[in-house]
T-cell receptor
Framework: GDSVTQMEGPVTLSEEAFLTINCTYT??????LFWYVQYPGEGLQLLLK?????DKGSNKGFEATYRKETTSFHLEKGSVQVSDSAVYFC???????????FGTGTRLQVFP | GAGVSQSPRYKVAKRGQDVALRCDPI?????LFWYQQALGQGPEFLTY????????KSGLPSDRFFAERPEGSVSTLKIQRTQQEDSAVYLC?????????????????FGPGTRLTVL
């Protein structure tokens, strides 16, 4: 079945460092891809999405590009802030069912 | 406007008790999803409604789990004879249009979740 694999955390960075969180997927067909973020004490929020190959999703300085050839959707940010500390989830959505399949999450800790 | 709300936010149950978890989706949202999130894991799909119709319940882990959405709005997830392995955060999400709509995908908006602890 469909699945998502993302790098294990925690990822610990200093403020203004470059961030990469790797995500790869296995799916039949052509899923939509997402990054969700869960800030401490809050619910899941959509961070960005891409619906077809070569699309780039972006929001709040974060970017991810849908790479069909490598089945990847890596999350990047050029300069992280303390306020970016959260758990990040990569997910895919099957085009027929809409249900989301999540990775296990990556905790990001940013220190001043 | 109001987002997705869930109640109770926290529930402690003794093993063997029945529990009912409520989800109030965003008004007008057609699709409603339930997910289970174990500690340190990503959410896992349980079931999906389009209006009042339960179109997919393939993720329900056993016949002790039952979900309903009788009027196509509020949904209740019921767990009978709770077990310790049922301890998790139960997330509800809603989206505006179902998979048969003109747009192939709509964003799922998540509620804060109900943290269930079974002793």
């Amino acid at each position: 079945g469909d699945s998502v694999t993302q790098m294990e955390g925690p990822v610990t960075l200093s403020e203004e460092a470059f961030l990469t969180i790797n995500c790869t997927y296995t799916a039949t067909g052509y899923p939509s891809l997402f990054w969700y973020v869960q800030y401490p004490g809050e619910g899941l929020q959509l961070l960005l999405k891409a619906t077809k190959a070569d699309d780039k999703g972006s929001n709040k300085g974060f970017e991810a590009t849908y790479r069909k050839e490598t089945t990847s959707f890596h999350l990047e940010k050029g300069s992280v802030q303390v306020s970016d500390s959260a758990v990040y989830f990569c997910a895919l959505s099957d085009r027929d069912t809409d249900k989301l399949i999540f990775g296990t999450g990556t905790r990001l800790q940013v220190f001043p | 406007g109001a987002g997705v709300s869930q109640s109770p936010r926290y529930k402690v149950a003794k093993r063997g008790q029945d529990v009912a978890l409520r989800c109030d989706p965003i008004s007008g949202h057609v699709s409603l999803f339930w997910y289970q999130q174990a500690l340190g894991q990503g959410p896992e799909f349980l079931t999906y409604f389009q209006n009042e119709a339960q179109l997919d319940k393939s993720g329900l882990p056993s016949d002790r789990f039952f979900a309903e959405r009788p009027e196509g709005s509020v949904s209740t997830l019921k767990i009978q004879r709770t077990q310790q392995e049922d301890s998790a955060v139960y997330l509800c999400a809603s989206s505006l249009v179902g998979s048969s709509g003109p747009v192939r995908y709509n964003e799922q908006f998540f509620g804060p979740g109900t943290r269930l602890t079974v002793l």
